[in-house]
T-cell receptor, first 116, second 115 residues
C-alpha cells in the first residue's frame, strides 16, 4: 500500500479564498483523522471519522472549517473563507480499529497551507 | 485545555547518553499511549506504544514507562544517536467512551543528539 496520500503537498492562497485539502487513507482502515500542526498548539486534532461517520468535531476551530468523508477511500477538509491565521501544516492519518481499537495511526506527508 | 502535555519543548543530549522524554495526561479514560517521531517536512511516524495494563514496553533502544497513578509516561532512548534528532510526540487514546478510538497528541519535544 502507498500509505496515506494527501494532496496538494503545498497550497498558497489569498485570504478569503476557499481551500480544499484531500486525503486518501490506507485501504481497509476504518478511522480517519485530520490534524493541524502549529508551533503554538503542536498537533491539534480537528476531527475524526469512524466508518465514514464523524465522531468528534470539537477540534474544528470555526464554522469556516468543514470536513467530509463521502466514502471509505476519500476525505476532504475545506476552509471557506480562508484567513492568514489558518496557515499551518495539515495532516491526515488513518488506522484500523478492529479487532483491537488500540492501534497506531499512519500519517500522510501533510499539506503546507499558506494564506496571504 | 490540553489533555496530553509535554512540558519540555526541547532536549539536548550527547551521543551515546540516555535521552528521557516526558509526558503527562489528564484524562483517566486514556488506556493506550504512543510515541511518534517526526522529521522536518515529513509526517509523524509511529515509534512505540504501551497499553494501560502494562508499566513498561521495550523495543530495541526505545523503552516506554507508564505510571498510571501519576498519569505520567516517559520515553527512554539508550544509547542516543545523532539520527534520533527529531521532534517526539506523545499521544493518548481511549478505547471506551464517546470519543473512543481518538488519538490526542501533546505539543512535542525537539530532541537534539550531539556527536
Amino acid at each position: 500500500d502507498a500509505g496515506v496520500i494527501q494532496s496538494p503537498r503545498h497550497e498558497v492562497t489569498e485570504m478569503g479564498q476557499e481551500v480544499t485539502l484531500r486525503c486518501k487513507p490506507i485501504s481497509g482502515h476504518d478511522y480517519l483523522f485530520w490534524y493541524r500542526q502549529t508551533m503554538m498548539r503542536g498537533l491539534e486534532l480537528l476531527i475524526y471519522f469512524n466508518n465514514n461517520v464523524p465522531i468528534d468535531d470539537s477540534g474544528m476551530p470555526e464554522d469556516r472549517f468543514s470536513a467530509k468523508m463521502p466514502n471509505a477511500s476519500f476525505s476532504t477538509l475545506k476552509i471557506q473563507p480562508s484567513e492568514p491565521r489558518d496557515s499551518a501544516v495539515y495532516f491526515c492519518a488513518s488506522k484500523l480499529g478492529w479487532p483491537d481499537i488500540n492501534t497506531e495511526a499512519f500519517f500522510g506527508q501533510g499539506t503546507r497551507l499558506t494564506v496571504v | 485545555d490540553q489533555q496530553v502535555k509535554q512540558n519540555s519543548p526541547s532536549l539536548s543530549v550527547q551521543e551515546g547518553r540516555i535521552s528521557i522524554l516526558n509526558c503527562d495526561y489528564t484524562n483517566s479514560m486514556f488506556d493506550y499511549f504512543l510515541w511518534y517521531k517526526k522529521y522536518p517536512a515529513e509526517g509523524p511516524t509511529f515509534l512505540i506504544s504501551i497499553s494501560s495494563i502494562k508499566d513498561k514496553n521495550e523495543d530495541g533502544r526505545f523503552t516506554v514507562f507508564l505510571n498510571k497513578s501519576a498519569k505520567h509516561l516517559s520515553l527512554h532512548i539508550v544509547p542516543s544517536q545523532p539520527g534520533d534528532s527529531a521532534v517526539y510526540f506523545c499521544a493518548a487514546s481511549a478505547s471506551r467512551g464517546g470519543s473512543q478510538g481518538n488519538l490526542i497528541f501533546g505539543k512535542g519535544t525537539k530532541l537534539s543528539v550531539k556527536p
